[in-house]
């Protein structure tokens, strides 16, 4: 069974994450700013590298002014 990280959903997930960045026009460092994480924090989710929980991508969504299901449809 392959790790979830790597499964077409996750995948998914944070290609949404990476757009919804790109349409606050937020850069990783603002955002990681927002969220009091390193810059690396952001890099990493966005890359895959840093599985995401449920609550840390309520707080991605809060900040991009997105509802949670918006990453996860």
């Known amino acids: 069974m392959p ?6 959903e996750y995948r998914n997930v944070i290609e949404k994450l990476k757009n919804a960045r790109s349409e606050t026009g937020f850069k990783q460092e603002e955002v990681a700013k927002k969220l009091s ?11 895959g590298e840093r599985r995401l929980d449920i609550t840390e991508l309520k707080k991605f ?4 002014k997105k509802q949670i299901n918006y990453f996860i449809k």
């Open 37 to 47: 994480k390193p810059q690396s924090y952001v890099s990493k989710s966005e890359s």
């Open 61 to 64: 969504a809060d900040i991009y």
């Open 3 to 8: 790790k979830t990280i790597y499964t077409k």
